[in-house]
């Protein structure tokens, strides 16, 4: 069964999920060319003191971005 989507920037700190699309198609090509791609799993690895920004593990690598960009990214947490 899968989970309802969530935006990434709703993520709990450690908690895993699956990128399913996007809702601003600006913002997608820049998150594509991060390696932010449909299907790809993320992390929320780390969120700063004031709550933005946040970090989350995806491609193998740490990215941070601020929690607006982050809304743009609809998810499919795994339990």
Known sequence: MKSALRQLSDLQLGQKAIIDSFTDSIM?????????????????????????????????????LRKEEASTILVSPLI
């Open 28 to 64: 997608a090509l820049k998150l594509l060319e991060m390696g932010c791609t449909p299907g790809e799993m993320v992390r929320l690895d780390n969120i700063a003191p004031l709550g933005d920004p946040i970090a989350i593990s995806v491609s193998g690598y740490l990215l941070s």
